[in-house]
């Protein structure tokens, strides 16, 4: 019965629901994302590795879904105001080709970096059964949460609780 709570209130202050089950190869919350080669979608490949030193907002999408569409101009507001600075941005989409995935990025002035996952090694990796998935990742690559859903990113509410999450004041 411990454990069982435990799982619960794990699956509750992640934003996932005890009903999904993780993905194949899902680091957790708490867990270090494993390597991986980034196909750029907005511009050159990258390791994810690159990103290690600054803490990071992650943003799973694609150009098909709805509520990813409604964020993505909160998430290019958060990374022009923080972005760079005090942490980094990047967005995974899942479409299946970069054509309409990078239409959308153009449509919509996205100008942080944007990488394709074509072979769904992040996707699994991120437990992207949901999107739009959002995670804090902290300066060595370890996930600090997972938020399942649209969110406004620049808003006040979301910018404190990135600060919190990554100990950084603006």
Request: hydrophobic fraction near 40%; charge should be positive.
């Amino acid at each position: 019965m411990k454990n069982t709570l435990s799982a619960l209130a794990l699956c509750i202050a992640t934003g996932a629901s005890a009903a999904f089950a993780a993905t194949p190869g899902e680091v957790p919350v708490g867990g270090v994302l494993r390597e991986a080669q980034m196909q750029g979608l907005s511009g050159s490949p990258a390791r994810l590795s690159a990103y290690r030193g600054k803490p990071l907002v992650i943003n799973v999408w694609a150009s098909w879904c709805s509520p990813c569409r409604q964020e993505m101009g909160s998430l290019e507001r958060l990374s022009r105001l923080f972005g760079g600075k005090h942490f980094d941005v990047i967005g995974i989409s899942t479409d299946d080709y970069r054509e309409p995935a990078q239409a959308f990025l153009r449509q919509s002035g996205t100008t942080f970096p944007n990488f394709i996952d074509s072979r769904l090694f992040m996707e699994n990796m991120l437990g992207a059964d949901r999107i739009p998935l959002t995670l804090l990742v902290d300066t060595n690559g370890r996930v600090l949460a997972k938020y399942y859903g649209a969110r406004q990113w620049d808003s006040p509410e979301s910018v404190d609780m990135i600060a919190r999450a990554f100990h950084i004041k603006f």
